[in-house]
C-alpha cells in the first residue's frame, strides 16, 4: 500500500511516541488544533487530510467531535459572532413580548406595552378575547389577536423579527461574513485502528530495505514488474539490481493462510525468472508449516524487521559467504 510522505510521518509519530488517540484542543490564538500536526508541521487541513486518507486505509479509526466555523476569506477560527437585524443587519434592536392584531383590515404588530388598555395602536380597536372556565379557573384566551413570547424589534428600520440573523466578524482579517457564507470543517477524534497495530512492524520495513539498498549502491525501485520466461509480468515489492546480481524481494508482515499464499506465488514468480535471486521476508517468524513450505520449494526466506540484518544475509547468501540462511 502507498502511503504519502505526510502519512508515513503521522504513523511514525503515533508509532515512536505509542500515542492512543488524538484529539483536537482549543487554543485562544488558533482556534482547536492538534497538537501533533504542529509537531508534523502541518495546518489544520493538510492534517485532517492526512488522518482521514488514514481512516480510508484503514489505519486509524475515527470519532466526530464537532463542526467548526471558518472565515471564507482566510479560514481562521476567530470569529466574533454578530446577532443582527435581518432586514437592514443592525445590532441595534430589541426584544421583548409582541402581540399581532389580526382582523381583516389590521396586522400590526408591537410590543405588548404599546397595547394600551388592550386596544391596537394602529386601528384603535380593542383585542378581543374570550373567557374559559375550566375546573374552576378562568383563563383568556386571545379571538383576533397573537401572542408572541419573545420578538424582536429592529431600531434602525422599525421591522419586527422572530430571530435576529448572525453574521461572523473575523478576527484576522475583518472580513463580515453572512452565516451561510461561513465554511464549515468537521473535527475528529483519531485513534490507531487493530489493523495499524497489526502491520505496525511492517509498515516501513521496504522503505528502509530501499534506503540500505540504495546506501550499499544498488539501483532499487518499489513495486515493480519483471517480465518471466513465460511473458508474464510479476510484481516483486523490492527489485534491485547491482552490476549483474539481480535481486527481488517481497515483504509480508501476515500470518496464517495470507503468509502461505504468499510463499507459495513467491515460489510461482521466482520459478519464472532467470538470473535472479529471490527472497521473502517475513517480519514474524514463520511457522512450522510455513517454514516447511519454504523448504519444500527451496524458497530463501529472512525472518527479520531490521533491514541492516536483512540486506546483510541477503548479500551474504548472494555471496556464498553464508551457504544457508534458511536456518530454523
Ligand atoms: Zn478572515
Ligand atoms: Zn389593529
Ligand atoms: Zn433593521
Not at 22 to 48: C, H, M, N, R, T
Request: charged content about 25%; aromatic content about 12%; hydrophobic content about 35%.
Amino acid at each position: 500500500m502507498r502511503l504519502s510522505e505526510g502519512e508515513e510521518r503521522l504513523i511514525a509519530k503515533i508509532l515512536e511516541e505509542d500515542i492512543k488517540s488524538i484529539k483536537p484542543k482549543y487554543s485562544f490564538a488558533k482556534g482547536f488544533v492538534y497538537d501533533i500536526s504542529s509537531v508534523l508541521d502541518l495546518e489544520l487541513s493538510e492534517f485532517l487530510n492526512v488522518a482521514n486518507s488514514l481512516v480510508e486505509k484503514g489505519f486509524l479509526l475515527r470519532k466526530f467531535y464537532r463542526k467548526v466555523p471558518l472565515c471564507p476569506n482566510c479560514g481562521s477560527q476567530k470569529l466574533l459572532f454578530v446577532f443582527i437585524c435581518p432586514s437592514c443587519k443592525s445590532t441595534n434592536w430589541l426584544k421583548g413580548k409582541a402581540l399581532q392584531h389580526l382582523t381583516s383590515t389590521c396586522e400590526y404588530i408591537g410590543f405588548e406595552s404599546e397595547f394600551i388598555n388592550n386596544t391596537c395602536p394602529n386601528c384603535g380597536q380593542e383585542l378581543k378575547s374570550a373567557q374559559i372556565n375550566e375546573s374552576g379557573e378562568t383563563f383568556s384566551l386571545p379571538v383576533d389577536y397573537k401572542v408572541y413570547d419573545v420578538y424582536y424589534k429592529c431600531n434602525s428600520c422599525g421591522i419586527f423579527f422572530e430571530h435576529p440573523a448572525v453574521s461572523a466578524f473575523c478576527l484576522d482579517c475583518s472580513t463580515q461574513s453572512d452565516f451561510n457564507k461561513l465554511n464549515w470543517i468537521d473535527l475528529y477524534t483519531y485513534e490507531p485502528s487493530p489493523t495499524l497495530v497489526k502491520f505496525e512492524p511492517g509498515l516501513f520495513l521496504a522503505s528502509k530495505i530501499v534506503s540500505e539498498l540504495t546506501n550499499r549502491g544498488y539501483s532499487v525501485k518499489e513495486k515493480s514488474l519483471l517480465l518471466g520466461k513465460s511473458g508474464l509480468p510479476h510484481e516483486f515489492d523490492i527489485i534491485a539490481v547491482k552490476g549483474d546480481n539481480q535481486v527481488t524481494i517481497d515483504i509480508s508482515a501476515e500470518s496464517g493462510k495470507t503468509q502461505k499464499d504468499s510463499l507459495l506465488s513467491g515460489y510461482v514468480k521466482s520459478q519464472d525468472l532467470e538470473n535472479t535471486n529471490y527472497y521473502f521476508v517475513s517480519v514474524n517468524e514463520l511457522t512450522p508449516d510455513e517454514k516447511k513450505i519454504a523448504e519444500t520449494f527451496n524458497i530463501k526466506y529472512i525472518e527479520s524487521k531490521d533491514a541492516k540484518e536483512i540486506v546483510d544475509k541477503m548479500e551474504a547468501d548472494n555471496f556464498q559467504k553464508v551457504e544457508n540462511i534458511k536456518k530454523s
